[in-house]
């Protein structure tokens, strides 16, 4: 999964990215992308490690690209978003970042602090920049209808499609209101922007870093405030123990990167089953409403090729259990499920198969 950091300039986007990948960006490289993979905290893995004590532990991970900053105010803002644009609309979700917080020391984007102004310009230009697409692909379809041809009735299809597109941008409605999952699937390669799945940060005081967002957008997914300077500096502390410390100082329960992550994951439709043993304890990432074979084939292929049935624990079972799989069977919590069964997230999986 990839999540992309979006935001106007001085928003914290930067200072956000460095809170969650320990990495510092140069001011000198402001309009550069910057990527980096995170693990997925998870304390079934950290609790199944502790029991299994395996020769690997694989969380899964999230790759997060942190993009320069979004304004449309002049034209090197626009030449600079427009570069970006192919990239942003590879990401599968994306954090919106906007500055709630005032400070003499950040100068301010457009001589003001205005949260919601600031989300609904990203939200406009993410509308423009879809509508955009739609319409160059509705004149390429209405010029191509002109011309004979046996494709006409699925161009004539997608056409339809998309002028239900363009009703909806024209009414700034994102995509992700108005479109169906069979018509997902059909406009997937246009990768619009108001079809992703948004999570929302309000880069807030210390102050306000546990308090609920007062911030209202109807079509985010999540939405959290996060005091991206304090975040920042407790990433750069060398141990746990000084982390820890830090955030209790400033009565933070989570640090920002598991909050975070943990929302985008859920935001995405993700959900992960586990896999434990001597040789590796692994969390594995799949769509939610995946059937177990699909489940088998992220693992591998052969897996999924020759499913026989899948050997599932839930992992709360498994705790109740004592973290004995002995003790599971005689439970009667060892479940022998095929192939149309419904991977469940924390679904502790063994998969018998034969190629």
């Known amino acids: 999964m990839i999540v992309g950091l979006i935001g106007p300039p001085q928003s914290g986007k930067s200072m956000l990215f460095a809170a969650l990948t320990g990495k510092t960006i140069d001011p000198a490289a402001a309009f550069q992308e910057h990527t980096a993979s995170i693990v997925v905290p998870d304390e079934r893995i950290d609790y199944l490690a502790e029991i299994y004590q395996p020769k690997k532990v694989t969380y899964a991970t999230v790759d997060v690209c942190d993009f320069p900053g979004i304004s449309s105010s002049d034209d090197h803002g626009k030449e600079q978003y427009r570069k970006h644009l192919p990239n942003i609309r590879l990401?599968?979700?994306?954090?919106?970042?906007?500055?709630?917080?005032e400070s003499d020391k950040v100068a301010k984007h457009r001589n003001r602090v205005d949260a919601a102004g600031d989300l609904a310009s990203l939200n406009d230009d993410f509308i423009f920049a879809d509508l955009e697409t739609v319409m160059t692909r509705m004149a390429r379809l209405?010029?191509?209808?002109?011309?004979?041809?046996?494709?006409?009735?699925?161009?004539?299809?997608?056409?339809?499609?998309?002028?239900?597109?363009?009703e909806a941008l024209e009414e700034l409605k994102p995509l992700s209101t108005v479109l169906e999952h069979e018509d997902e699937a059909l406009l997937r390669s246009f990768a619009f922007l108001t079809e992703k799945p948004l999570v929302v940060v309000a880069n807030v005081s210390e102050d306000k870093a546990q308090s609920e967002p007062t911030l209202r957008y109807e079509h985010a997914r999540g939405m959290i405030n996060?005091?991206?300077?304090?975040?920042?500096?407790?990433?750069?502390?060398?141990?746990?123990?000084?982390?820890?410390?830090?955030?209790?100082?400033?009565?933070i329960g989570t640090p920002a990167r598991d909050r975070l992550i943990q929302t985008c994951y859920s935001a995405v439709g993700?959900?992960?089953f586990l896999t434990?043993?001597?040789p590796e304890v692994h969390a594995w990432p799949i769509k939610k409403g995946s059937d177990a074979v699909e489940a088998a084939g992220k693992i591998?292929?052969?897996?999924?090729?020759?499913?026989?049935?899948?050997?599932?624990?839930?992992?709360?079972?498994?705790?109740?259990?004592?973290?004995?799989?002995?003790?599971?069977?005689?439970?009667?919590?060892?479940?022998?499920?095929?192939?149309?069964y419904?991977?469940?997230?924390?679904?502790?999986?063994?998969?018998?198969?034969?190629v």
């Open 91 to 101: 990401c599968d979700a994306l954090v919106a970042v906007v500055r709630d917080f």
């Open 142 to 166: 209405e010029k191509s209808l002109k011309k004979p041809s046996k494709s006409h009735e699925q161009e004539k299809h997608e056409l339809a499609l998309l002028q239900r597109c363009q």
């Open 226 to 251: 996060v005091c991206a300077e304090a975040e920042a500096q407790i990433a750069e502390l060398d141990t746990e123990e000084d982390q820890s410390a830090f955030l209790e100082d400033l009565g």
């Open 270 to 272: 993700l959900i992960s």
């Open 276 to 278: 434990c043993g001597d």
């Open 300 to 340: 591998h292929s052969d897996i999924a090729r020759g499913f026989i049935k899948a050997e599932t624990v839930h992992y709360d079972d498994f705790v109740a259990a004592g973290g004995d799989m002995k003790a599971v069977k005689a439970a009667g919590k060892l479940r022998q499920e095929g192939k149309g």
């Open 342 to 354: 419904i991977v469940q997230d924390g679904d502790i999986i063994n998969f018998k198969f034969n």
